[in-house]
């Protein structure tokens, strides 16, 4: 079948890597992909929310499925768009309907969705720019550090945790009235802060089974020691190391099976990934939030771990036959380590030529702010690329990983020299 994958960072040249390793894929289509992508399909430019430039790719390239990437599409209903469309119909979208995507599009309705199904949170109340003075009263109930959450989505950079009570309040109004963060924080959800170690979980489902794929635990600050503004991600490591079998039981059994139960019950038609963000909170395990798509850059060692033909698997999700499959994985460790632009998260400067790329041979190299120009790579985003290696212990896997990453240099070059240090 020719593919098309919607996105253009690491998870979606990920998702190349492996679909060009399947028996069942012919083309592969990104839009609008980068420099890695281009290796391996066909990049086509146009925005992943320009629906009708999608279909007119659809058509002319004989697309038979279409996998998204980030959230976006999801939550601006681009499987609603395929599903109304008299042509588009009968092409199978990897990725949930709009209102299933309303779990990450809405921090309000995934909170609720958890509370109506029992799934264990944190305690939450919600607010906005009429009841800010009940949400300061609700600051004033909780320990700190105190967790804000902008409601719609944010690009990541929507959550705030703030140690001082009064500067909390003051956040609050900025998001509310300031509009910090523009119509995402039309409402904001408090939490109580929950103490823990993180880690993600992922499904798929075809609306009916699932499969749960391999752990994972991403890092997000952007200096050593978990430090610093978050970011998109600077490494992942799989498998987690702090999850036993009798941990893994509990997520099964208080968090897996409920959400997919909930989202039956509520009629909710889900297709797709199902990302769980998780925090371990003494021996028990809590939902912090919901993506409705692979995260970035735990596909870049979630899916070097999988040893089925990943296009059979996305194929079945389609027939709703994923029941059948039987999920292997390998039982190595996957690390994976960001590169980014020097003053990422913050200001940067893009064009910036990346040096030695074809240097690295032991592990993988996946592309996220990058663009071809004539035989030269260049910078074209905060998180550039991904240093992924795959061995019999951690340590083997993450010194592999460094070794690898200092290989590559561009100008204003940074990284994280600690990924796993609480492992």
């Known amino acids: 079948m020719n593919i098309l994958i919607l996105g253009g960072g690491g998870r979606e040249h990920a998702f190349c890597w492996k679909l060009s390793k399947s028996k069942i894929v012919n083309d592969i289509f990104i839009a609008p992909g980068n420099a890695g992508t281009s290796e391996l399909g066909v990049n086509l430019d146009i925005s992943v929310n320009d629906f009708l430039a999608i279909k007119e790719e659809v058509i002319k390239n004989k697309i038979e499925m279409v996998l998204v990437g980030p959230e976006d599409p999801l939550v601006n209903g681009i499987h609603d768009f395929f599903l109304s469309d008299k042509i588009l119909n009968p092409i199978p979208v990897i990725g949930p309907t709009k209102k299933a995507a309303m779990l990450e599009g809405s921090k309000d309705f995934a909170k609720k969705f958890m509370e109506r199904n029992s799934i264990p949170t944190a305690k939450y109340a919600t ?46 109004s900025e998001m509310l009235v300031g509009k910090k963060f ?31 794929l391999p752990l994972a635990k991403d890092y997000k600050r952007i200096g050593e020691g978990d430090t610093g503004l978050n970011t998109g991600g600077m490494g992942a490591v799989s498998p987690v190391s702090f999850v036993d ?54 596909t870049q060692v979630v899916l070097p771990r999988i040893k089925n033909d990943f296009g059979e698997i996305l194929s079945s999700i389609a027939s ?52 071809s120009k004539g035989s030269n790579i260049y910078t074209n985003g905060g998180r550039v690329l991904a240093i992924t290696s795959l061995e019999e212990s951690f340590k083997e896997a993450i010194n592999k990983s460094y070794k690898e990453l200092k290989k590559i240099n561009f100008d204003g070059m940074n990284y994280r020299k600690d990924i796993g240090f609480d492992l």
Do not use: W
Not at 148 to 160: E, F, I, S
Not at 183 to 212: H, N, P, R
Not at 269 to 297: A, C, H, T, W
């Open 245 to 298: 079998e009798s941990f893994l039981n509990k997520i099964d059994e208080n968090i897996i099976k409920p959400t997919i139960k909930g989202l039956a019950q509520e009629k909710i038609n889900y297709v797709g990934f199902i990302f769980i963000g998780l925090i371990k909170v003494q021996n028990s395990p809590y939902v912090i939030e919901y993506n409705v798509r692979m995260g970035d850059p735990e």
């Open 320 to 371: 709703k036959e994923i029941s059948k499959i039987k999920l292997e994985v390998d039982h190595k460790f996957a690390t994976t380590i960001f590169a980014v632009s020097g003053g990422y998260p913050g200001s940067y400067e893009k064009g910036k030529k990346i040096r030695n790329i074809d240097e690295i041979q032991d592990s993988n190299v996946f592309h996220a702010g990058t663009v």
């Open 182 to 212: 523009g119509s995402a924080s039309e409402k904001v959800v408090i939490e109580e802060f929950l103490k823990g170690i993180e880690l993600s979980c992922f499904l798929i489902t075809d609306g009916e089974s699932y499969l749960t």
């Open 127 to 172: 607010f906005d720019k009429r009841t800010i003075k009940e949400g300061h009263k609700f600051l004033n109930t909780l320990k700190p550090p105190y967790v804000l959450k902008a409601d719609g989505l944010a690009a990541g950079k929507g959550v705030l945790i703030i140690n001082d009570l009064a500067q909390a309040k003051t956040e609050l």
